[in-house]
């Protein structure tokens, strides 16, 4: 079975306000076995958003829209959607009565505006908002069933999970869809590509996806089969070739992001790490800091950005600052004033300007130190200041995960 979400709302068109709804639903109907095939974003305009109801009901077997159901000119989804399947709206007393109740226990005249929201469309069921004003709308025509909740993102919840997914239970044929992700590090996006494409482009199920950031590449599959148990075990199998092809690349194979990784090892091996960063500004520790527990292994973080202060806080003499000297001379200098079992360092130019230094944007140095002495790595990284920064940091984990692991 497939869905399609609507957003409704000139205000998700814009940078203010973001669509989260749809990603919510996407992920309760995935779970039930649904597939959303579409997702669409439509301004407050009737026409407009007529249409994309009508055309919604030619590919999907639901539609769910949300938004737009507010009493005032510019909620539009009820009329919208009365144009779109030719009926009528009538006016329900009930509702209305329920309406000015409300207001009056707030202590509050209900405004006339308010009584839009008592039109239902003919033939439609209606879903009490017990956490708002406009009731959502079921709607069963020719075998597809429309859904219209409130946008509020509380409201919709509430109203989805507890008066739609039983009724959508009941009727959806029973399909389990299970994602299995696997996340790489230290490799091009079309690298990787190239070397497992021809495992899975043999399948058309599971569905490949591949998703790249700085340094971070995920490759999601994701199976749709009758039982959980078989799309377990079709995702083992295509998962096993593509794991061996990308060996010690793959850093998780649950999704879990490397500072997680990264914790959990450090754990572990009940081995403390410290950091001393000048390019990434505080980002490596943040990262390393934004997992839960991570004051098990986590010591401190020095952000030295000056020569002074290189020298004062980690002992570092060497130049320029941008340098593997310097790298290493961080990493050095932070294990020998915490004691840590390890110490990650980074040095780099972020740009977009010099910074003072000789070196071109995107150079960047990250060194590691543990009992056995201190190792360094050079990169030449291109993109904007943030990209170069999270490649950075996402390298100095890395080389702490293969350091611990051996690799
Ligand atoms: P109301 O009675 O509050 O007017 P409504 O059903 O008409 O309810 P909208 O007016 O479309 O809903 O949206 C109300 C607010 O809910 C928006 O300002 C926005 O903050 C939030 N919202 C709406 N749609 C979405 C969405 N798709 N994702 C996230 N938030 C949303």
């Not at 709302?9 to 039930?32: K, V």
């Not at 076995?33 to 639901?62: H, Y």
């Not at 790595?377 to 890395?398: C, K, N, P, V, Y």
């Given at each position: 079975m497939?869905?399609?979400?609507i957003?409704?709302?000139?205000?998700?068109?814009?940078?203010?306000?973001l669509?989260?709804?749809?990603?919510?639903?996407?992920?309760q109907?995935?779970?039930?076995?649904?597939?959303?095939?579409?997702k669409?974003?439509?301004g407050?305009?009737?026409?407009?958003?007529?249409?994309?109801?009508?055309?919604?009901?030619?590919?999907?077997?639901?539609v769910?829209?949300?938004?737009?159901?507010?009493?005032t000119?510019?909620?539009?989804?009820?009329d919208?959607?009365?144009?779109?399947?030719?009926?009528?709206?009538?006016?329900?007393?009930?509702?209305?009565?329920?309406?000015?109740?409300?207001?009056?226990?707030?202590?509050?005249?209900?405004?006339?505006?308010n009584?839009?929201?008592?039109?239902i469309i003919?033939?439609?069921?209606?879903l009490?908002n017990?956490?708002?004003?406009?009731?959502?709308?079921?709607?069963?025509?020719?075998?597809?069933?429309l859904?219209?909740?409130?946008?509020?993102?509380?409201e919709?919840?509430?109203?989805?999970?507890l008066?739609?997914l039983?009724?959508?239970?009941?009727?959806?044929?029973?399909?389990?869809?299970?994602t299995?992700?696997?996340?790489?590090?230290?490799?091009?996006?079309?690298d990787?590509d190239?070397?497992i494409?021809?495992?899975?482009?043999?399948?058309e199920?599971?569905?490949?996806?591949?998703?790249?950031?700085?340094?971070?590449?995920?490759?999601?599959?994701?199976?749709?089969?009758?039982?959980?148990?078989?799309?377990l075990?079709?995702?083992?199998e295509?998962?096993?070739?593509?794991?061996?092809?990308?060996?010690?690349?793959?850093?998780?194979?649950?999704?879990?992001?490397?500072?997680a990784?990264?914790?959990?090892?450090?754990?572990?091996?009940?081995?403390?790490?410290?950091?001393?960063?000048?390019?990434?500004g505080?980002?490596?520790?943040?990262?390393?800091?934004?997992?839960?527990?991570?004051?098990?292994?986590?010591e401190?973080g020095?952000?030295?950005?000056?020569?002074?202060?290189?020298?004062?806080?980690?002992?570092?003499?060497?130049n320029?600052?941008?340098?593997?000297?310097?790298a290493?001379?961080?990493?050095?200098?932070?294990?020998q004033?915490?004691?840590s079992?390890?110490?990650?360092?980074?040095?780099?130019?972020?740009?977009?300007?010099?910074?003072?230094?000789?070196?071109?944007?995107?150079?960047?140095?990250?060194?590691?130190?543990?009992?056995?002495?201190?190792?360094?790595?050079?990169?030449?990284?291109?993109?904007?200041?943030?990209?170069?920064?999270?490649?950075?940091?996402q390298?100095a984990?890395?080389?702490l995960?293969?350091r611990?692991?051996?690799l």
């Amino acid at each position: 079975m497939q869905a399609e979400i609507i957003a409704v709302g000139s205000e998700l068109l814009t940078s203010q306000r973001l669509d989260t709804n749809s990603l919510y639903l996407t992920d309760q109907l995935n779970a039930l076995g649904v597939e959303v095939v579409t997702k669409c974003v439509v301004g407050d305009d009737r026409d407009r958003l007529a249409d994309s109801i009508r055309r919604a009901f030619r590919s999907a077997q639901i539609v769910i829209i949300t938004g737009g159901l507010g009493p005032t000119e510019d909620d539009v989804t009820r009329d919208a959607v009365a144009q779109a399947l030719s009926r009528k709206q009538r006016f329900h007393e009930e509702i209305a009565g329920q309406l000015e109740e409300r207001f009056q226990k707030m202590g509050r005249k209900m405004a006339e505006v308010n009584k839009r929201q008592a039109f239902i469309i003919e033939g439609a069921e209606i879903l009490p908002n017990d956490r708002g004003t406009a009731p959502g709308q079921w709607i069963d025509e020719a075998g597809a069933s429309l859904l219209l909740l409130p946008g509020p993102p509380h409201e919709m919840k509430a109203m989805f999970t507890l008066q739609c997914l039983p009724r959508l239970e009941s009727r959806v044929p029973k399909l389990a869809i299970r994602t299995l992700v696997m996340r790489v590090a230290g490799m091009p996006e079309s690298d990787l590509d190239q070397l497992i494409a021809p495992v899975y482009k043999k399948y058309e199920n599971p569905v490949t996806t591949i998703l790249a950031a700085a340094g971070d590449i995920q490759v999601h599959l994701r199976a749709r089969c009758g039982t959980e148990a078989e799309a377990l075990a079709l995702l083992a199998e295509v998962a096993a070739p593509i794991g061996q092809l990308l060996g010690d690349r793959i850093y998780s194979r649950n999704g879990e992001p490397m500072e997680a990784v990264v914790g959990e090892l450090l754990r572990q091996h009940r081995a403390p790490v410290s950091v001393a960063e000048s390019c990434t500004g505080g980002l490596l520790a943040e990262r390393l800091t934004s997992v839960p527990g991570s004051s098990d292994y986590f010591e401190a973080g020095f952000v030295t950005y000056t020569r002074r202060l290189k020298a004062e806080l980690l002992g570092v003499t060497t130049n320029p600052l941008v340098s593997k000297e310097t790298a290493e001379a961080m990493a050095v200098g932070a294990r020998q004033r915490t004691g840590s079992t390890y110490a990650l360092s980074t040095t780099g130019v972020a740009g977009p300007g010099q910074g003072g230094e000789t070196a071109p944007v995107g150079t960047v140095y990250v060194a590691i130190a543990d009992e056995s002495g201190s190792r360094v790595s050079h990169r030449q990284f291109l993109g904007d200041r943030d990209r170069i920064r999270q490649f950075t940091t996402q390298m100095a984990l890395d080389m702490l995960r293969r350091r611990i692991l051996g690799l």
